[in-house]
């Protein structure tokens, strides 16, 4: 490979949560065991190097005044829309967003009125079940299932029941899904789409993942699908989970609907905060160019590498532990509620295991699963290794 994705990066005191500021859930990590952050969503590598090399180049200009993103910023996204994904984006149709919830609040607030039901998919990314709850409204989950080959689909009899049975008009749609990894195929957008059509919903597709894809898995953008579904869809990306920018801040929508984006634009500028801090402009720069699309694949190799070898170990040594093959992200969402059962333990038990030998898990039950525990893989293999070593020995 050109990049490194193996050298252990040194994040503790470097303002780093994974490290500095990680979960115990009431218990320590035992002398004798560092820390292997396993928990919030972020990247244990170092980024992408022309990232800091064109941050650098913009402080080296001597001023920081008011400023509007060039055209250099849209065609950055343009360009990376077109070879990641295949699409074709007018620069009208793609406008700054300071995050993925700060644009779902917009769109929520523009779009329902309080106490209205939303409907989402569970397991539920948290930041959805946050802002939702924040702004009111009624959340309704449509549970996703495993399939005899243990891959999560969607339900879509269900999903309709439910928008008909509380009036719904408003969805989101996370594809890739979180925290199940889901990479949802053209067959399975288009059914979904038609479930929305069909009962008027206006969607927000969260896209935020749509870069880390494994195994050769392909992400479809919601907006491709068709006509309909470009036109009443809010797709949301950033590169903060791509190259570990979530520090910067910084996302962007594309809706090519004019309505639609009139609105949320109206409804973001509301705040009067939704504005860009310009060496983030800079980071998307940087990481959207033609070598930003090969360190990207080493990425999706070496997380591809970490995933597999994490999904057999667990599958050959935690009986009793279930886990779907994540197609996308970098994430694990594993399912103990048969091994707790057996062994009379709580989930609260098992993390507190795992925490006391330096493996710094997420407690997966607010993501809308019982019994589940989150993990996070994007360490270098060895980091990996180490910790599922750990769990074999001293945990399981």
């Known amino acids: 490979m050109k990049y490194d994705f193996q050298t252990k990066l040194n994040r503790k ?78 620069a009208d149709a793609i406008e700054y967003e300071n995050g993925v919830l700060g644009c779902l609040s917009s769109a929520v607030r523009a779009f329902t009125s309080s106490g209205e039901a939303i409907l989402v998919h569970s397991p539920t990314y948290v930041g959805f079940t946050h802002v ?3 702004l009111g409204r009624k959340i309704i989950h449509s549970p996703l299932y495993l399939d005899e080959n243990g891959i999560y689909r969607m339900d879509y009899e269900n999903m309709d029941k439910l928008c008909k049975e509380y009036h719904i008009h408003f969805a989101i749609f996370c594809s890739p899904h979180n925290p199940t990894g889901r990479v ?32 050769n898995n392909k ?18 990306y950033a590169p903060s989970k791509t190259f570990s920018l979530a520090g910067l801040v910084g996302s962007y929508h594309i809706i090519y609907n004019k309505m639609l984006r009139d609105k949320v634009i109206k409804e973001s500028s509301s705040t009067h905060y939704n504005a860009p801090n310009i060496l983030s402009v ?18 999706c190799e070496t997380l591809s590498n970490n995933v597999n070898y994490a999904y057999d170990f667990i599958k050959n040594n935690f009986q009793g532990v279930q886990v779907s093959k994540p197609q996308g992200t970098y994430m694990l969402y594993l399912d103990c509620s048969k091994y707790l059962k ?55």
Not at 226 to 231: H, W
């Open 342 to 396: 057996a062994h009379n333990m709580s989930i609260q038990d098992l993390l507190q295991k795992g925490i006391e030998v330096g493996v710094i898990w997420q407690d997966g039950t607010p993501f809308q699963k019982e019994n589940t525990i989150r993990m996070n893989v994007a360490l270098p293999t060895d980091r990996v290794k180490e910790a599922f070593e750990r769990l074999k020995k001293y945990v399981f």
């Open 132 to 134: 939702l709850e924040d």
């Open 282 to 299: 800079y980071a998307l720069m940087g990481a959207y160019s033609d070598e930003g699309q090969i360190w990207t694949d080493e990425l």
């Open 184 to 215: 949802w195929e053209k067959e399975e957008i288009e059914k979904a789409m038609e479930v929305y059509r069909n009962n008027d919903c206006v969607v927000i597709s969260d896209e935020i993942w749509s870069d880390i894809l494994l195994n």
């Open 13 to 90: 005191g470097h303002d780093a949560l994974a490290l500095d500021n990680y979960p115990t859930y009431g218990t320590q990590v035992k002398d004798g065991f560092d820390v292997i952050p396993m928990w919030v969503a972020d990247m244990n590598f170092p980024t992408f190097p022309n990232i800091q090399q064109t941050i650098q180049s913009r402080l080296n200009e001597p001023h920081f005044g008011y400023f509007s993103p060039s055209d250099a910023y849209y065609a950055a996204i343009q360009n990376w829309q077109k070879t990641r994904n295949n699409v074709e984006v007018e």
């Open 219 to 236: 992400h479809i953008p919601t907006q491709s699908i068709s006509e309909d579904a470009q036109n009443r869809t809010i797709a949301i």
